[in-house]
């Protein structure tokens, strides 16, 4: 298990390393610069001398191979680079935002977990009830509507017609304001662990192992726990895994919409103001965070189904 | 004057607002006051920053040497009692305020000015008001760095301050009314702590900043003017988006709102919402640019005939939603230079097919048209003219790009044409060099446009005294900026806010609305238990 740990973790630095040259490129050849996004708003006339010196306080002015070996280096020091824009450390703007990503991430996780996959099973034990039907015609609608449209729908329910919750902010991390845009980031994954928790206990539940335990006098709730939970949580972590380690790049649009300050809404405003380190730093973030939670997810995977560790 | 006309019909059509001059201020209470420009404040240090958004809570903390006065329409000293111009108008003497102090208690000199000032010029630091001082004597021998300090910033005594320039400025108070050129104390800004913890001269104290959503000041007691700030306490919120800042307006968590155009029609269309309604035709000119120098856009005939393709009327009333002021020239209608009896470019597209003609262009001409995404002023409006100029003969074509792309290849003259919304006050005089055919591309004249009458003008008016004679001056060769049409000029933004009832104090500021001097707001009785 050890090995098979560390190997999983080995193969995360190539991939990293991957990704940050390409989030160079990227940005590297994209037209646009932050001295020119600082004119954007056609306030101030272009000054070009400002502009050179700003180019080379912040070294775009060196040839490319050389900002990529500093970056590169700066990365291997777990420096981040400075942000042009608040003039601190990229990795003190970013600590100052993820935090609040995290909470944000993990309550939407916990909020799609909890209701998504009990309603998956329940829907399963009784396919083509009623109960059934709501619950996948709502999964089916939950992975289809525009989360920004349903965070618009919920801010109007439960701020301005019913007025229970806040609709906008993040009031010191108070619970009232995590609720709409958790509840909003978590119905996608949602719907997709009830789906994928509903489909995966009807197959199981018609394997010859099944019927074996039960045609042996197993009772039904030894049959479920022993035999059918632990075969289908390898489906559900896995799309635990995946839904998770993609919420911090879903949670982009929510941050925005409700003024969450985390870093999804720290790299809208870096992109559109050219801060390249930041966008840069941000970007790795949410790759890494998304390759730690699927390397954790492949070891538990491992740890729930022997079988994976001999591939 | 003409501010002063805005000013008021703002007023009349806020109905409340007009009433509220009525009460007396009262002390007490907190505002939730949106900055509506972005997710994120970049910086407390505003002498790093140009953006407006940054402004929303420098702003409360810090002073300028200058304030704009909103009412009047121009620059006013704000640190300074007393201010003296020379006859040749080259050197200003200021008698500082010498009841103002820091938040930490330390009391304002010169010697901050003379700081601060140094701090926003020295080249190394590549800060955006650094442009304020290009013109103080003594700047080119501290920019090659052989002077320690500029020499035209001279310290006369604790509370007397001379600043010496080599070009006599229209008003040295349109550079030092700005946020960006803020006093700070003396080597504050060096001070790591500083940034996390700004201290300045303003009405408010800072007290929190929780980066991506909001910064808390509180009332400063100490502050120069008696009885102000009125408020206790503001909280400046972040929230960029427009819908979502709807939904908070409405539910009364905050208390002023910037609206866009689809915002503006639903809030005039309710009778409630529309009564806190505060409108000023701020200083942005909105307009398609042409590269002067190359044809078919050298020739002015062409040029005339792009604004008589397009119906203007029509595209301000459906898709600008009457957010603006249509356009009679580059100056806006704050603009005391603003010609009332101009007239926009009128709609005549067999005029324009006949201009193209004369002009040599029987076949029509092609243009690509480089626009941002913007609502106002960007692709959704190149997009609705296209079929108009189709109709004229110009077959034009969209360039999409991003705004930051858009400020890097206009004024690298990378475009045909261009449609963008530039500052077009409130300095007039300043704002008129970007059609002085001697100033450079990338620094305003995007278009290029030379025409020696306008030049011999602005000559003049660069030499003028007379305040008077000197706008009407600028006024002449606005209109021979308008004749020459190196833009088509069509709107001047009209800036929106929506208020709550309770809130009272703003001001119809025309170089950006949503800026307003705090120390002035205050709320009344009638605000939510949450605001007392």
């Known amino acids: ?311 | 004057m003409m501010l002063k006309t805005l000013t008021l019909a703002a007023a009349l059509l806020a109905g409340t607002a007009g009433a509220a001059l009525a009460q007396d201020p009262q002390p007490g209470g907190t505002l939730n006051f949106v900055a509506p420009y972005g997710s994120s404040f970049g910086t407390l240090d505003i002498h790093t920053s140009p953006s407006t958004q940054d402004e929303f809570p420098a702003k409360a903390i810090h002073r300028s040497l200058y304030q704009w006065n909103s009412e009047e329409g121009k620059p006013e000293p704000e640190l300074a009692t007393e201010v003296t111009a020379s006859d040749d108008r080259l050197t200003y003497t200021y008698k500082l305020r010498e009841n103002a102090v820091f938040h930490d208690g330390t009391p304002f000199t010169a010697d901050d000015v003379i700081y601060s000032y140094e701090r926003i010029a020295e080249p190394a630091n590549a800060y955006p008001g650094a442009r304020y001082f290009a013109d103080v004597a003594g700047i080119d021998e501290f920019n090659s760095g052989s002077a320690e300090h500029i020499s035209g910033l001279r310290k006369i005594d604790d509370h007397t301050l001379e600043i010496t320039y080599t070009v006599a400025p229209t008003d040295p108070g349109y550079a030092l009314m700005q946020t960006n050129s803020a006093i700070y104390p003396s080597g504050a800004g060096e001070d790591p702590g500083f940034i996390q913890n700004p201290i300045g001269l303003g009405p408010f104290k800072f007290v929190e900043n929780v980066p991506g959503s909001r910064v808390v000041v509180e009332k400063f007691d100490d502050f120069y003017e008696d009885g102000k700030p009125y408020l206790d306490r503001i909280n400046v919120v972040l929230l960029g988006d427009a819908s979502a800042r709807d939904v908070a307006f409405r539910n009364q968590e905050i208390d002023v709102s910037v609206l866009g155009p689809t915002q503006y029609v639903a809030y005039q269309a309710d009778p409630e919402l529309s009564q806190n309604l505060l409108e000023v035709a701020e200083v942005y000119t909105r307009h398609v640019g042409f590269d002067n120098t190359k044809p078919p856009f050298d020739n002015k005939d062409v040029r005339q005939a792009f604004g008589h393709a397009i119906n203007n009327e029509l595209i301000l009333d459906k898709l600008v939603k009457n957010k603006a002021y249509p356009a009679t020239g580059w100056l806006p209608i704050s603009s005391p230079a603003y010609d009332e009896a101009a007239e926009p470019t009128t709609y005549d597209p067999e005029l324009a097919k006949q201009m193209l003609a004369d002009a040599g262009y029987p076949d029509g001409i092609d243009v690509a048209i480089t626009a941002t995404q913007n609502e106002s002023w960007g692709l959704t409006i190149v997009e609705a003219i296209i079929p108009m100029l189709r109709d004229a003969g110009i077959r034009a074509t969209a360039v999409p790009v991003e705004a930051s792309v858009l400020a890097e290849i206009v004024p690298a003259g990378d475009f045909e044409a261009f449609m963008w919304s530039n500052l077009s006050g409130p300095d007039d005089y300043e704002v008129m060099k970007c059609y002085y055919s001697k100033t450079p591309r990338s620094s305003c004249a995007y278009q290029q446009f030379s025409d020696p009458e306008f030049d011999a003008l602005f000559e003049q008016a660069g030499a003028e005294m007379d305040p008077e004679k000197k706008t009407d001056l600028l006024r002449q060769a606005n209109n021979v900026v308008q004749e020459g049409a190196p833009s088509w000029f069509f709107n001047y933004n009209k800036a929106v806010m929506a208020y709550q009832p309770w809130v009272h104090g703003l001001q119809a500021n025309a170089t950006e609305l949503a800026i307003q001097n705090y120390e002035d707001l205050w709320i009344d009785e009638t605000a939510p238990d949450s605001r007392r």
Not at chain 1, 178 to 190: E, K, R, S
């Open chain 1, 1 to 311: 298990m050890l090995r098979f740990t560390i190997r999983r973790l080995l193969q995360v630095i190539p991939t990293l390393f991957a990704v940050a040259l390409l989030i160079f490129v990227i940005f590297s050849v994209v037209p646009g610069s932050f001295a020119s996004s600082l004119m954007a708003d056609g306030r101030t006339a272009a000054d070009p001398e400002m502009m050179a010196r700003l180019n080379e306080q912040f070294g775009l002015d060196k040839p490319l191979y050389v900002r990529f070996a500093d970056y590169i280096t700066g990365l291997a020091r777990f420096d981040l680079g400075t942000s042009f824009r608040t003039r601190e450390p990229v990795l003190d703007v970013i600590n100052a935002r993820i935090w609040a990503s995290l909470e944000l991430a993990i309550a939407a996780m916990v909020f799609a977990i909890v209701v998504g996959v009990p309603l998956g099973f329940i829907a399963a034990l009784r396919p083509g009830s009623l109960l059934d039907s709501v619950t996948m015609i709502g999964a089916v609608s939950g992975l289809s509507l525009p989360q920004f449209w349903l965070g618009l729908l919920l801010m109007y329910f439960f701020a301005l017609v019913l007025g229970w919750l806040p609709s906008f902010g993040y009031g010191g991390g108070s619970w009232r304001y995590l609720i709409l845009p958790a509840i909003t980031l978590g119905v996608t994954p949602l719907a997709l662990l009830a789906r994928t928790t509903r489909a995966g206990v009807l197959e199981i539940a018609n394997e010859d192992f099944i019927r074996t335990a039960r045609s042996k006098g197993m009772s039904e709730a030894r049959v479920v726990r022993w035999h059918l939970v632990r075969n289908v949580m390898v489906l559900v972590v896995t799309t635990i895994g995946l839904q998770f380690g993609s919420m911090m790049g879903q949670a982009v649009v929510i941050e925005k919409l409700f003024s969450w300050p985390g870093i999804g809404s720290l790299l809208v405003d870096s992109v559109s103001i050219r801060d390249t380190p930041v966008v840069q730093g941000t970007i790795l973030v949410i790759v890494v965070w998304f390759l730690l939670i699927n390397t954790f997810v492949d070891i538990i995977y491992a740890a729930i189904d022997p079988r994976i560790k001999q591939t």
